[in-house]
């Protein structure tokens, strides 16, 4: 039997921190790991592990009152999730493919999945592969919940030597067995393999470097695991991480638990520090992405499913999407495509963050929206698969197990982005600075909405070189 299941994929939302009792030291002086594991053990906590490429350190105290009164300037390593969404309007729909059917189709057609693929048309991937820049020499990074290394559209593509799990007691290649696996999808969109069978990533030459830093069994990491990843890859020689993951913030000094930044009545103190803590925490973040930057890593972020007007939010924050060194993607999607190919791709999705401060670019997320349009859940048949007429509005790509599936959010318009990225790369000899590389983005942007930067599409939908 066939998986049944919704696939809305959401931001990571802030938690309570991961490790009760975890927190961050960041000193912007000159690292001494000795002088750091005095002080904090004589404030009477642990030192668990040190970045001294940026000066950050993860610390234990078995109190927060106790990590409060030890006036080391910390902050809490605050924990990244994937929340569910309420998805109780929209029609039951199959949303996966399973190996066996892949099998079946095989038989029809070569990279039998493409036909699915509509957010390559959005970005012009066709273009550039023609015009012989498939993402060959670039490596990119993909921080998030592992991935289904044995994927046949995967594994060509996968560094095995460098991969690596920054969660305790996962391998980087767990992916708890589910279809609906959200490290393999976002692998699968930048670069599944161009072998003949199923799929085709954006760039399907580039070489992918798989770091989990969320678990695959709960969603979840923390802070300090990220930093540590971003740190990871600018060390080797890494061209374009991707980061469909992410927090939310208030610089009030208050936070958000429930993966709703837009009601803040259920927002919690960020302890110890309060406005400080948040300065401090952002900070530090930021340190470990500004060294990925300054060693030739462009970083592309998710913007955020919440729909949320981040010119308008109350001072939310989000992260890492709004650090400097970040570029932050909102998503766009069509409605009905699979009833009309040729309809309009760029949709404002419903669910997407926007505004100015908070966005870069715009690519590829899908929409859900034509659920709720007449004929949406009928059927509709695009090469050889029959489903509800809402769901190919969805990004189609890999999954867990061998399998395909159907998801949508801005966790999906990031990796298109990443692609994108790739190919530019490839395409001026896989030798240019993150600058040059953001440069290129935007002349080569489509610039949707009104002229020049605007709230939805910021500097406009990225589009490949050709």
Known sequence: MKTKIISI?????????????????????????????????????????CLPEIGVCKVLFDTHQQAMDADLGLVPNVSTFVPKMDTSSLPVADM????????????????????????HDAVSAQQA????H?????????????ADASHPDLSPNINYSLSRSFIAGEDWF??????????????????????????????????????????????????????????????????????????????????????????ISDDIRFAPGGKDGIAQFKNAYGKAAKYARNNGVILIAAAGNDGVDYDHADSLIALPAELPAVLSIS???????????????????IYTNYGQSLVDFSAPGGDYSSAFMPGGFDDCTVGFITRPC?????????????SWYWSVGTSMASPHAAGVAALIISANGDDMSPNDVEKEMRRLADDLGKPGNDDVHGAGRVVSPH
Not at 33 to 38: I, Q
Not at 134 to 146: E, F, M, T, W, Y
Not at 218 to 225: H, L, P, Q, V
């Open 129 to 132: 592969w023609a015009a012989g």
């Open 174 to 263: 767990d992916y708890a067995g589910e279809v609906g696996n959200h490290g393999t999808h976002v692998a699968g969109t930048i670069a599944a393999a161009d072998n003949g069978f199923g799929t085709i990533g954006v760039a399907p030459e580039a070489e992918l470097v798989i770091l989990k830093v969320l678990s695959a069994y709960t969603g979840s990491g923390d802070s300090y695991g990220t930093m540590a990843a971003m740190v990871y890859a600018a060390q080797n020689d890494v061209d374009v991480i991707n980061m469909s993951l992410g927090l939310s913030i208030r610089k009030n000094g208050y936070y958000d638990v429930e993966g709703t930044p837009e009601d």
């Open 96 to 119: 996966t493919l399973t190996s066996n059917e892949a099998m079946d189709i095989q038989q029809q057609e070569d990279d039998f999945f493409f036909g699915l693929q509509w957010g």
């Open 9 to 49: 994929a959401m931001l990571a939302a802030v938690s309570t921190p991961s490790i009760a009792g975890s927190y961050l030291y960041s000193t912007n002086k000159h690292f001494d790991a000795n002088k750091v594991e005095k002080q904090v053990a004589a404030k009477g906590g642990q030192v668990v592990d």
């Open 134 to 146: 498939r993402g060959q020499g670039v490596r990119v990074a993909v921080l998030d919940s592992g």
């Open 331 to 349: 998503a766009t999607g069509p409605m009905m495509w699979a009833m009309d190919s040729y309809t309009n791709l760029d949709h404002k999705a």
């Open 390 to 402: 809402y769901v190919f509005d969805f990004v189609f790509s890999t999954g867990g197990n061998g």
